[in-house]
């Protein structure tokens, strides 16, 4: 590979977007330069379940014939993106890392990847993932895991572990995943990326896999908070085949990126700052808010009792919604069937027995068992209720504050296979991460420093609706640092 | 309270999953650890709580009732396990 072309993959969306624009580089050479760091070091990192590097190299032919003839260039116009592979793909196989789908090619788009085609992007390749999004490591794919670019004997976090791995080892220049109690921020944070969940409603869902219908949300993976204002930009907006989808307008996400957080004020939660948070961890993220008081912020410190209920609250809605959302797999339409059953009952059992594997049929036991006769009110209704309290608690903080600002994961990324026979230490990943579904409120995971070579994220909360002022901390921390321009070596 | 075997099985049957004797065992202990945590939530006061199934506040969203583009016969099929002049076979489920 040549250094030209070693540089292009490295580089950010926007910067890419210059060359691009000033006719420097094509799109067909920025998408060789990243389909040949895919060839050089996917083998160690395996962030991706299926790489399509024709269906890529012919959309870059067809983007540089349209830049000859003197069309627009969009910001995002020959930008390589990977996509998670639980958003439908038409024609390219969307297999949620699951058994039960190794076979499907959909048969239409999801709407963000056909605003992602509008805008010029160039799919490269469909991203590993826990089975149906359900983990926090990769560790639950069906296929394999995905190792993290710092560290290939660490998790790259999940669910989105390949998303985030990808656009770390610039296999990618930015990349989609879904987020539904962290699995957007927690994988930015263990793999030094920007990752953002943004407000439910805010990006269309339709042609996601659906997991908890009611906390998933799609979002941006960049290696820089432009890139991710720039790519929340274009997936964002009401889709009247998502009726969940918000019909807000959508501002002008780039113009929020100002340095400057004069005035602004930050909060700090207590009750994210324990639950196990590792108090290295925690050092790091307040130095990170003391960057930002010395920029001019505001900071103070609050107390939300509720936190410490939202774990339990998660692992009853989550698994519920799971629960209905799965049963459309039976093995009649789409996906594996079972070769071992003579009558339709023995056919859905065994396909389900043979398709799912172990977190995710856990998950519906949990989800099944809390919807049924007899423990309807005791779990899925108490946890609807503490779900009220957990949004209360949120409305009454941004009554106050601009912002809040927490650790995205008490602990840097983990050893492969050191958690994954405990279900409730695995869980414990995401306690700083799922209140932020639960409230339906925008997230977002930037890079603010390091502990033992592996990267520290922080997350940035905001009111609903409000992710320019996200982005604005963010981009303003990012000026006055400079944790993002570091890549690993591998 | 403690989930007992039966239990579990009578969930999967719900849930139409068949399990091993292994999976059970397994889920069996799993989901008694993971209902223990449950528990906690009881210590909380929820009375008079409204309970909330949807985050942003949403009323009916209704469309026009007009015919758009949709997959065709063939499209919609495609991936389907089995499949004879555009209809999903399965197994026999009425007896003749």
């Known amino acids: 590979m040549g250094d030209a072309e070693l540089e292009l993959s490295r580089l950010t969306a926007h910067e890419l977007h210059d060359l691009i624009r000033d006719r420097k580089v094509s ?28 269906i890529a190299l012919q959309a870059a032919t067809e983007i540089d014939a349209r830049i000859g003839r003197g069309e627009e260039v969009g910001p995002l116009t020959g930008i390589p993106i990977a996509i998670k592979d639980n958003m439908c793909t038409k024609g390219v196989k969307t297999t949620c890392s699951s058994k039960m789908l190794h076979n499907f090619v959909p048969p239409y788009d999801a709407t963000v990847i056909e605003k992602l085609a509008a805008a010029g992007t160039i799919m490269v390749g469909k991203t590993n993932l826990d089975e149906f999004a359900m983990g926090s490591s990769t560790e639950n794919s069906a296929f394999f895991t995905t190792h993290n670019p710092w560290d290939l004997s660490k ?75 720039i790519l929340l930009q274009a997936v964002s907006g009401k889709d009247p085949q998502d009726s969940t989808s918000v019909d807000i307008p959508v501002p002008d996400y780039r113009a929020a990126l100002r340095n400057d957080v004069k005035g602004l004020k930050i909060g700090v939660p207590k ?32 107390s939300m009792p509720i936190m410490e209920y939202t774990l339990p609250t998660y692992y009853i809605i989550a698994p519920a919604e799971a ?81 809040l600002i927490s650790p995205t994961s008490p602990v840097p990324a983990f050893g ?12 414990l990943a995401d306690v700083c991460t799922i209140p932020i579904n639960m409230a339906g409120i925008p997230a977002m995971s930037i890079n603010c420093g ?12 905001g009111r609903a609706f409000d992710e320019e002022t996200i982005l604005r901390v963010a981009y303003t921390f990012e000026q006055n640092t400079d944790y993002h321009t570091r890549k690993p070596e591998l | 309270m403690r989930l007992t075997k039966e239990e579990v099985e ?87």
């Open chain 1, 27 to 54: 799109a067909r050479e920025v998408t060789q330069a990243v389909l040949n760091r895919i060839d050089a070091v996917e083998d160690k990192v395996k962030a991706y379940v299926t790489i399509t590097p024709e």
């Open chain 1, 155 to 229: 998790v790259p976090g999940g669910s989105s572990g390949g998303s985030a791995a990808a656009v770390a080892a610039d296999e990618a220049i930015v990349a989609l995943g879904s987020d539904t109690g962290g699995s957007i921020r927690q994988p930015a944070s263990f793999c030094g990326v920007v990752g953002m969940k943004p407000t439910y409603g805010r990006v269309s869902r339709y042609g996601l896999v659906a997991f908890a219908s009611s906390l998933d949300q799609i979002g941006p993976f960049a290696k820089d908070v432009t890139d991710c204002a």
């Open chain 1, 271 to 302: 009750e994210f700052f324990a639950q196990g948070v590792q108090q290295g961890i925690a050092d790091t993220v307040m130095k990170a808010v003391d960057v930002l008081v010395g920029l001019g912020a505001e900071c103070r410190e609050l």
């Open chain 1, 323 to 403: 629960s209905s959302n799965l049963a459309r797999f039976d093995g009649v339409r789409y996906g594996h069937r079972t070769k071992h059953a003579t009558d339709t009952l023995a056919m859905l059992s065994k396909t389900r027995d043979e398709g799912f594997g172990p977190e995710v049929k856990q998950r519906i036991m949990i989800g099944t068992y809390a919807l049924s006769a007899g423990y309807y009110d005791a779990y899925y209704l108490k946890a609807q209720k503490v779900r009220t309290l957990v949004r209360q608690a949120y409305d009454e903080a941004f009554s106050e504050f601009d912002v």
């Open chain 1, 416 to 427: 492969i296979g050191e958690r994954s026979d405990d279900p409730l230490a695995m869980k």
């Open chain 1, 450 to 461: 390091f502990q033992d070579g592996l990267p520290i994220g922080m997350q940035i909360m």
């Open chain 2, 10 to 96: 009578h969930v999967a049957w719900l849930a139409r999953l068949e399990l091993s004797e292994q999976e059970k065992d397994r889920l069996t202990g799993h989901l008694n650890q993971i209902m223990g945590h449950f528990e906690e939530l009881q210590k909380l006061d929820t009375t008079d709580v409204e309970p909330t199934s949807h985050s942003i506040p949403m009323k009916n969203v209704f469309r026009e009732d007009v015919a758009g583009p949709s997959l065709t016969q063939e499209e919609a099929v495609s991936n389907a396990p089995e499949e004879r002049d555009f209809y999903f076979v399965v197994p026999q489920v009425v007896e003749m």
